[in-house]
């Protein structure tokens, strides 16, 4: 029967194991970033827009000029 005794380090097989692995892919935070800002912009330019807007007017204009 074999013996499961090994002279390997456990502790520098693990760090080896550690090194030789993929580093991970970090997401970039720069895209969402820049699409909430001009999402954010368009959103004040809208509301903006709708401020300085003049007013609807609900009168017909053959009633305001009093046509009989």
Same mark, same amino acid.
């Given at each position: 029967? $074999?013996?499961?005794?090994? @002279? &390997?380090?456990?502790?520098?097989m %693990?760090? !080896?194991?550690?090194?030789?692995?993929?580093?991970?892919?970090?997401e970039?935070?720069?895209?969402?970033?820049? $699409?909430?800002?001009?999402? @954010? &912009?368009?959103?004040?330019?809208? %509301?903006? !827009?709708?401020?300085?807007?003049?007013?609807l007017?609900?009168?017909?204009?053959?009633q305001?000029?009093?046509?009989?």
């Open positions: 029967m $074999a013996s499961l005794t090994s @002279a &390997l380090d456990p502790d520098a %693990a760090q !080896a194991r550690a090194l030789l692995k993929r580093p991970e892919r970090r970039r935070i720069w895209p969402a970033l820049g $699409a909430a800002a001009l999402l @954010a &912009l368009s959103a004040l330019v809208f %509301a903006t !827009a709708m401020i300085m807007a003049p007013p007017t609900s009168e017909h204009v053959a305001a000029h009093k046509v009989d």
